[in-house]
DNA sequence: CAGAATACCTGCGGGC
DNA sequence: TGCCCGCAGGTATTCT
C-alpha cells in the first residue's frame, strides 16, 4: 500500500546499501508481476554497476551501465535489503544480489509490482513520459491546477489522484490532504477558486512532507525490517475513521464513494 | 477526447 | 471450523 511517501522512505533506505555496487547474481522467482519480467533480464543485469537510485512517482529507477530500470512496489510490494541466510517466503519473486553479500529481495503478494528492463531512453518510457509534475515541483500550484481545471468537470478527489495532474497522490493522502484544506471531496474541479487550489498544494506538501519525515524514522531498520514504515500508525484525521467523530468539530465523519474508491470526509468542515 | 468502469491479485475480516 | 463475500489499494486498459 505504498503511497509516495513509502515509496521515498524506501528509497532513502536502499540507497546507502546497494548504491556503487555491481549485479552478482540475479534470480527471478517469478516472472508473472503486473507485467512479465523481460526473460533475460538476469543476462543483462550481470555485472552492471548500479550508480544510482532515483524515484519518479512512485517509480524506483535503478541506473544501471547500459540504462535504467523501473521498479514499482505496486499495492502490496516491497523490497528489503537482505543477506544469504534469509529464507525465502512464499511471495519473494526476485533477488537482485551485489557484492558483500547485499541482496535486493522483492517481495509481492497481489503481484501488482512491476521490474521492467527500460535502457538509456527510459524517460520515453510510456509509463513515465505523461506523468504530470511532482508535489514538490515548483510547476505545481495552485495557478496550475486551476488552470487544468477549467477543461475537466471531474470531483476535485478524483482530479488530484490523476498522475496526469500531478504524481504521488493516492487514496489515503487525497482524503487527508481535502480534509485539510477544508474542501469537500465531491466538488467539481470547476467551482474551485485558484487561492482554493492553493490551499490544497499546500495541504498536500505538508502531509506528504510529515509522512516522509516519520518515515525516514524507520531507516536505520531497513535491513531487517519488516517493512511497516508506520503508515497507519501515523495521525490520520479522516482515512479509516468513517463513522467516528471529527477531530475538528465532533461532527460524524461520512463515507462516500468516489470513482470507486472509498472516501472518508466531515461534511460540516469540508465544504 | 473525457470520464467511468473494469481488470489485475491476494489476504483478511465479517457474517453465517 | 469453514466457506463465501466484500474490500483494500495503484493504475493501465477497455468501454461509453
Redesign the pocket.
Known sequence: ???LPEVETVLQGLKPHIEGKTISKVTIRRY?L??PIFKNISQKLMGQKLHKITRR???LILHFDQGAALL?????GQVRIVNKTQPIN??DHFDLEFDANKILRFTD????GAFLWAGIHYKDH??LI??GPEPFDKKFSGEYLWHLAQ?????IK??I???KIV??I???YAAESLFLSKINPKLS?RKLTQDRFSSLVIAIRFILRKAIKRGGTTLKDFINSEGNPGYFSQHLNV??RAGLSCYQCSHILQ?I?I????TVYCEKCQI
Open positions: 500500500m505504498p503511497e508473472d503486473r507485467w512517482a512512485k517509480y514499482h512496489l505496486g499495492m502490496s512464499k511471495h503478494p497481489r503481484r501488482f510510456p509509463l505523461s506523468l477543461s475537466r468537470s471531474v470531483s478524483s482530479f489522484m490523476d498522475n504524481v504521488g493516492g487514496n489515503i474541479v482515512y479509516g463515507m464513494h470513482g470507486q474508491r472509498s
